[in-house]
């Protein structure tokens, strides 16, 4: 082993890191908020999609490019440059290899935490915690479902890659929105009915986040693939941090 990579090492690299794979289990569900919170919640040049929506996510992930984790994510359904997808308002993530790749690569807002996902039968139970508070709890029953068998899914994720400067009072260079486009490959994916609970606190403030009603609860394992539609310059750096 070496400080400094041989090119072939190098090259290793590079190939992982531009094609990441995952494999998944995970517990969803779609959420109606208002149009005003999501409005208020985008970053620069989004505007909300036409309906208020969101999802909720407690899952277990393999990975190429960071290994194992778990992770807990909070999303509102939104529009960027004509493309409709999500905007990540909460992301747990349990592994500090999974944590660096997704903010360093992407901008993800991924915060340390923890998440478990577990099963009894034809119930699922997911919840995800961050510094001693239990912020998400998910329990659905699939009693009596039908598994649906394979489905390909496809749909967009919307990063915002910023970087504080050296004084800590701004950011270095203008923010970037990328693009990512998300393909899944569920081999497994059953519906049912369930109960959400949130909770929040000063620095996770979900309990905020008004939850007008929650649909059916999805369970599905499976893979994806995740790649990057565009990146562009979002504001002016000096511009993101006004009202």
């Not at 998400?136 to 749909?155: K, N, S, V, Y």
Request: glycine fraction near 8%.
């Amino acid at each position: 082993m070496s400080f400094v990579a041989n090119p072939a090492q190098l090259a290793a690299f590079k190939k992982r890191c531009s094609e990441p794979r995952y494999s998944q289990e995970g517990l969803v569900v779609e959420f109606t908020t208002t149009r005003e919170f999501i409005k208020s919640v985008l970053p620069p040049t989004f505007e909300p999609a036409e309906g208020a929506t969101g999802l909720i996510n407690v899952s277990l992930w393999q990975s190429n490019v960071c290994g194992d984790f778990e992770l807990s994510s909070v999303s509102v359904r939104c529009k960027a440059d004509g493309i409709e997808g999500y905007w990540v308002l909460h992301l747990i993530v349990s592994e500090v290899p999974a944590i660096t790749w997704g903010r360093e690569t992407w901008g993800e807002v991924k915060k340390d935490g923890k998440a478990r996902l577990m099963s009894n039968g034809t119930r699922k139970y997911g919840f995800a915690e961050r510094a001693g508070v239990r912020l998400i709890e998910m329990e659905a029953d699939f009693d009596g479902d039908q598994p649906d068998g394979p489905e390909t899914l496809e749909w967009y994720d919307f990063e915002v890659k910023a970087f504080p400067n050296v004084q800590g009072i701004g950011l270095e260079v203008d923010p970037k929105l990328i693009a990512l486009k998300v393909v899944e490959e569920n081999a497994r994916h059953a519906v049912g009915k369930g109960k959400l609970t949130l909770r929040g606190t000063r620095s996770d403030p979900l309990h905020t986040i008004p939850i007008l009603s929650v649909g059916d609860f999805s369970y599905s394992t499976g893979t994806s693939t995740w790649s990057v539609l565009s990146e562009r310059r979002l504001c002016a750096a000096d511009e993101s941090d006004r009202d």
